[in-house]
């Protein structure tokens, strides 16, 4: 398992994290267990959001040096540049379950809705619902949120939607569940400076474009449908 992770890494050019965090494998466990109900899994999908988040932001979140006043001195501090817009981008419907997770460290954020959904015989994306701007500022800082990551087809019109608006991949991140190699290859190839953070990587995406074993359809099992 490890071996073809590293093998399939070693392939790509953008980065991909796995971070170890217990609580983003709890979650994960939590999610793809089939008996898990779906409040519980709605949970799930908000912690695992929320957590990937926290380790996304890390090296992505603008920052700037000031001084400031405490009660007693003058220090430095590090605060978050608010000059420099954020903006979170959730793939719906399943990319909505990680939003509330996500919007708890990033309440500033500008939220802009698209609506993506797979053809159930062709695995084709199409869009339904377009809310982004027809321009974004060039130094705007985007994070997608897509549970799963499968043949890759939904992702990569998110991506030519977002970049065609003057968006660039070298300060885009996707926070993903499940990611699968045929995604990860085809972003690699089109957005070498793209970073997903991802709660787990599978190998196997079956016949009906299902992440094996995955954790079934994410967007029925978020919305109870
Ligand atoms: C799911 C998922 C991704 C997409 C991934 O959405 O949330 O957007 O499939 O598959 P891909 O990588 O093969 O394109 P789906 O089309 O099922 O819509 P939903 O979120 O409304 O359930
Ligand atoms: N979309 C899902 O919801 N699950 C998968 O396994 C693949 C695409």
Same mark, same amino acid.
């Given at each position: 398992?490890?071996?073809?992770?590293?093998?399939?890494?070693?392939?790509?050019?953008?980065?991909?994290?796995?971070?170890?965090?217990?609580?983003?494998?709890?979650?994960?466990?939590?999610?793809?267990?089939?008996?898990?109900?779906?409040?519980?899994?709605?949970?799930?999908?908000?912690?695992?959001?929320?957590?990937?988040?926290?380790?996304?932001?890390?090296?992505?979140?603008?920052?700037?040096?000031?001084? @400031?006043?405490? +009660?007693?001195? $003058?220090?430095?501090?590090? &605060?978050?540049?608010?000059?420099?817009? !954020? #903006?979170?981008?959730?793939?719906?419907?399943?990319?909505?379950?990680?939003?509330?997770?996500?919007?708890?460290?990033?309440?500033?954020?500008?939220?802009?809705?698209?609506?993506?959904?797979r053809n159930e015989e062709t695995l084709e994306p199409s869009c339904y619902l377009n809310?982004?701007?027809?321009?974004?500022?060039?130094?705007?800082?985007?994070? @997608?949120?897509? +549970?799963?990551? $499968?043949?890759?087809?939904? &992702?990569?019109?998110?991506?030519?939607? !977002? #970049?065609?608006?003057?968006?660039?991949?070298?300060?885009?991140?996707i926070i993903s569940v499940v990611a699968a190699p045929p995604a990860l290859q085809k972003?690699?190839s089109s957005y070498p400076s793209l970073t997903i953070y991802t709660a787990m990587i599978?190998?196997?995406?079956?016949?009906?474009?299902?992440?094996?074993?995955?954790?079934?359809?994410?967007?029925?099992?978020?919305?109870?449908?």
């Amino acid at each position: 398992m490890i071996s073809i992770h590293f093998k399939l890494l070693m392939t790509i050019q953008l980065r991909v994290y796995v971070p170890p965090h217990p609580l983003i494998k709890h979650w994960l466990g939590v999610a793809r267990d089939v008996s898990t109900p779906s409040p519980l899994f709605k949970s799930a999908m908000t912690e695992l959001g929320r957590w990937l988040t926290y380790e996304t932001i890390r090296d992505w979140l603008p920052t700037e040096e000031m001084m @400031i006043q405490s +009660p007693l001195a $003058a220090c430095p501090a590090t &605060m978050i540049n608010p000059e420099v817009p !954020l #903006v979170v981008v959730p793939i719906l419907r399943a990319g909505l379950a990680l939003l509330e997770g996500a919007q708890t460290l990033l309440p500033l954020a500008s939220i802009y809705h698209l609506g993506l959904v797979r053809n159930e015989e062709t695995l084709e994306p199409s869009c339904y619902l377009n809310k982004l701007p027809n321009q974004f500022q060039p130094n705007t800082h985007v994070l @997608i949120t897509d +549970p799963m990551l $499968a043949t890759g087809g939904s &992702m990569m019109l998110a991506m030519a939607e !977002l #970049v065609k608006r003057g968006v660039d991949p070298a300060l885009t991140r996707i926070i993903s569940v499940v990611a699968a190699p045929p995604a990860l290859q085809k972003l690699s190839s089109s957005y070498p400076s793209l970073t997903i953070y991802t709660a787990m990587i599978d190998e196997i995406v079956n016949d009906q474009g299902y992440i094996v074993p995955g954790l079934g359809d994410a967007g029925d099992r978020s919305f109870g449908t």
